[in-house]
C-alpha cells in the first residue's frame, strides 16, 4: 500500500475526530438544555427543506463525473455536517465577541445550513481534485472568511441580516473558482473528467431536488416570506424553461442538452435571491429568472473556451457559470431596482440619497467578491502545500483512491 494512501488514512480520521471533540465541548457549555434549540422566526418545514436542499440536492448535482459518484454524495454530506456545527460555533463566538445579537438555537442552524450551500458551490469547483483533507480545511477557512465578510457589510454597510446570507452563491462561487486556479493542471486527454449518461441523470436528479426546495430557501429568514416564495418559484420556473429553449438553439443538431438544463435551470433561483422579498410584481420575477438562465447558458457556451484557459481555470461543474454570473447578475439588478423604487417614491427628487444607496449596494457586493477571489487564491496555495497531502494529477476524478469500489 502507498505511504501516501497511509499517510491520508491516518490523518484523516484524527483530523475528523479533532474537530468533533471540540464541537462537543463547544455544545456541552453553550447549549446545556434542548429548549434552547427552537425559535419562532423559523419553523422545522421550513428548516428541514433547506437541510434536504443542501444535503440531498448539492450532494446528487455534483454528481457530474463517471468515477466520482461516491465522493460528490459522500463527501458533500460529511463537508456539510462538520460545517454545521463549525459555522454555529463560529455564531457563537461572534455572540461573545458582541458583533452580533444572541439568537434562537434554530434560526442559527438555519444560517449555519444556508451558509454551508457556500461551501457546496466552492466543491463544485475543486470536484475530483482535492482530497478529503484539503476539501475540510477548505471548507472551516471558507466558512471563517465568510462570516467575517457578512460581518463587515452588516456593520459597515448596513447590510439586512438575511441579505447578508443571500451572497452565499457570489461568495462560493468566486472563492471555489479562486481556489482551483491553484491546482495543478489535470494532463490532456484524461478521461476520467467526463460524465456519462449515469452520471448526467443523477445530477439532474439532484438539480430537481435542488429547483424544488429553492424558495424555502430564498425565504427562510426573508421578512416578507409569502412574496420571497412566490417570486422565487416564478423565477425558477421560466428559467427552467428558457434553459430548454436556449439548450435546443445553441445545440448544432437542435437537441436538448442535460448540461445546459443542469446548469441554467438553477439560474433564476440565484438570480432572484437578493430581491425575492422585495419584488412586487411576479413579471419582473420573471423577467430576472429569464435573464439568469440566458446568461448561464450563452456564458457556458461562449465564454468558457477563452475564459477558463486565460486564467488556468478548471472549474469542474461550472460553478461560475451556474452561480456566479447570476449572482452578479442578481446583485446587478437589486441596485437597480432598489434606485427605482426610491426614485419613484421621492420622485427622483433626492439625488444624493440615490448615489449612497447605489454606493452602499455595489460596496457589499464588490467586498464579497474581492475577499472571495483573495483569500481563496491564498487557500488554494496552502492547499497545495505538502502538509496536505496533495493528490497525484494521475489520480484525479477517481473514487478507488478513497473509497471500496467494487465494478
Given at each position: 500500500?502507498?505511504?501516501?494512501?497511509l499517510?491520508?488514512?491516518?490523518?484523516?480520521?484524527?483530523l475528523?475526530?479533532?474537530?468533533?471533540?471540540?464541537?462537543?465541548?463547544?455544545?456541552?457549555?453553550?447549549?446545556?438544555?434542548?429548549?434552547?434549540?427552537?425559535?419562532?422566526?423559523?419553523?422545522?418545514?421550513?428548516?428541514?427543506?433547506?437541510?434536504?436542499?443542501?444535503?440531498f440536492g448539492?450532494?446528487?448535482f455534483?454528481?457530474?463525473?463517471?468515477?466520482?459518484?461516491?465522493?460528490?454524495?459522500?463527501?458533500?454530506?460529511?463537508?456539510?455536517?462538520?460545517?454545521?456545527?463549525?459555522?454555529?460555533?463560529?455564531?457563537?463566538?461572534?455572540?461573545?465577541?458582541?458583533?452580533?445579537?444572541?439568537?434562537?438555537?434554530?434560526?442559527?442552524?438555519?444560517?449555519?445550513?444556508?451558509?454551508?450551500?457556500?461551501?457546496?458551490?466552492?466543491?463544485?469547483?475543486?470536484?475530483?481534485?482535492?482530497?478529503?483533507?484539503?476539501?475540510?480545511?477548505?471548507?472551516l477557512?471558507?466558512?471563517?472568511i465568510?462570516?467575517?465578510?457578512?460581518?463587515?457589510?452588516?456593520?459597515?454597510?448596513?447590510?439586512?441580516?438575511?441579505?447578508?446570507?443571500?451572497?452565499?452563491?457570489?461568495?462560493?462561487?468566486?472563492?471555489?473558482?479562486?481556489?482551483?486556479?491553484?491546482?495543478?493542471?489535470?494532463?490532456?486527454?484524461?478521461?476520467?473528467?467526463?460524465?456519462?449518461?449515469?452520471?448526467?441523470?443523477?445530477?439532474?436528479?439532484?438539480?430537481?431536488?435542488?429547483?424544488?426546495?429553492?424558495?424555502?430557501?430564498?425565504?427562510?429568514?426573508?421578512?416578507?416570506?409569502?412574496?420571497?416564495?412566490?417570486?422565487?418559484?416564478?423565477a425558477?420556473?421560466?428559467?427552467?424553461?428558457?434553459?430548454?429553449?436556449?439548450?435546443?438553439?445553441?445545440?448544432?443538431d437542435?437537441?436538448?442538452?442535460?448540461?445546459?438544463?443542469?446548469?441554467?435551470?438553477?439560474?433564476?433561483?440565484?438570480?432572484?435571491?437578493?430581491?425575492?422579498?422585495?419584488?412586487?410584481?411576479?413579471?419582473?420575477?420573471?423577467?430576472?429568472?429569464?435573464?439568469?438562465?440566458?446568461?448561464?447558458?450563452?456564458?457556458s457556451?461562449?465564454?468558457q473556451?477563452?475564459f477558463?484557459?486565460?486564467?488556468?481555470?478548471?472549474?469542474?461543474?461550472?460553478?461560475?457559470?451556474?452561480?456566479?454570473?447570476?449572482?452578479v447578475?442578481?446583485?446587478?439588478?437589486?441596485?437597480?431596482?432598489r434606485?427605482?423604487?426610491r426614485?419613484?417614491?421621492?420622485?427622483?427628487?433626492?439625488?444624493?440619497?440615490?448615489?449612497?444607496?447605489?454606493?452602499?449596494?455595489?460596496?457589499?457586493?464588490?467586498?464579497?467578491?474581492?475577499?472571495?477571489?483573495?483569500?481563496?487564491?491564498?487557500?488554494?496555495?496552502?492547499?497545495?502545500?505538502?502538509?496536505?497531502?496533495?493528490?497525484?494529477?494521475?489520480?484525479?476524478?477517481?473514487?478507488?483512491?478513497?473509497?471500496?469500489?467494487?465494478?
Open positions: 500500500m502507498p505511504s501516501r494512501y499517510n491520508f488514512r491516518c490523518s484523516v480520521p484524527w475528523i475526530l479533532s474537530l468533533e471533540t471540540l464541537f462537543i465541548i463547544h455544545f456541552f457549555f453553550c447549549f446545556p438544555d434542548v429548549c434552547n434549540l427552537y425559535s419562532p422566526s423559523v419553523s422545522y418545514p421550513d428548516f428541514q427543506d433547506v437541510n434536504h436542499m443542501v444535503i448539492f450532494g446528487f455534483l454528481m457530474v463525473l463517471r468515477r466520482y459518484g461516491f465522493s460528490s454524495t459522500g463527501l458533500n454530506f460529511l463537508l456539510i455536517v462538520l460545517g454545521v456545527q463549525c459555522s454555529v460555533l463560529v455564531e457563537d463566538l461572534l455572540v461573545i465577541l458582541k458583533v452580533q445579537q444572541n439568537e434562537g438555537g434554530m434560526e442559527s442552524i438555519a444560517k449555519a445550513v444556508v451558509s454551508m450551500t457556500a461551501v457546496a458551490i466552492s466543491t463544485g469547483a475543486v470536484l475530483g481534485k482535492a482530497n478529503p483533507v484539503q476539501l475540510i480545511v477548505m471548507s477557512v471558507e466558512l471563517i465568510f462570516y467575517v465578510s457578512r460581518c463587515i457589510n452588516r456593520t459597515f454597510l448596513q447590510v439586512p441580516e438575511n441579505l447578508t446570507l443571500m451572497h452565499v452563491h457570489l461568495f462560493g462561487a468566486y472563492f471555489g473558482v479562486a481556489v482551483t486556479s491553484r491546482f495543478p493542471e489535470p494532463p490532456p486527454g484524461l478521461d476520467k473528467n467526463r460524465s456519462t449518461p449515469k452520471s448526467d441523470l443523477f445530477s439532474m436528479l439532484g438539480t430537481v431536488f435542488v429547483w424544488v426546495f429553492w424558495p424555502s430557501f430564498n425565504s427562510i429568514l426573508a421578512e416578507f416570506k409569502k412574496e420571497a416564495v412566490l417570486n422565487t418559484y416564478f425558477l420556473a421560466v428559467s427552467a424553461v428558457a434553459a430548454f429553449m436556449l439548450s435546443a438553439l445553441t445545440s448544432k437542435g437537441k436538448f442538452r442535460m448540461t445546459h438544463i443542469h446548469s441554467a435551470a438553477l439560474a433564476g433561483g440565484v438570480t432572484i435571491s437578493y430581491t425575492a422579498q422585495s419584488i412586487q410584481h411576479p413579471w419582473i420575477a420573471m423577467i430576472l429568472g429569464l435573464l439568469g438562465s440566458v446568461i448561464t447558458i450563452l456564458g457556451h461562449c465564454l473556451k477563452c477558463n484557459p486565460a486564467f488556468k481555470l478548471q472549474d469542474t461543474s461550472g460553478v461560475h457559470f451556474t452561480f456566479g454570473l447570476p449572482a447578475l442578481g446583485a446587478v439588478a437589486a441596485v437597480v431596482l434606485v427605482v423604487e426614485g419613484i417614491s421621492t420622485q427622483w427628487n433626492n439625488l444624493s440619497s440615490l448615489g449612497y444607496l447605489v454606493f452602499v449596494d455595489l460596496g457589499a457586493f464588490c467586498q464579497t467578491i474581492s475577499i472571495a477571489l483573495i483569500t481563496g487564491l491564498i487557500t488554494g496555495l496552502v492547499l497545495n502545500t505538502k502538509l496536505l497531502k496533495t493528490v497525484h494529477v494521475s489520480k484525479y476524478f477517481d473514487d478507488q483512491f478513497y473509497w471500496e469500489v467494487s465494478f
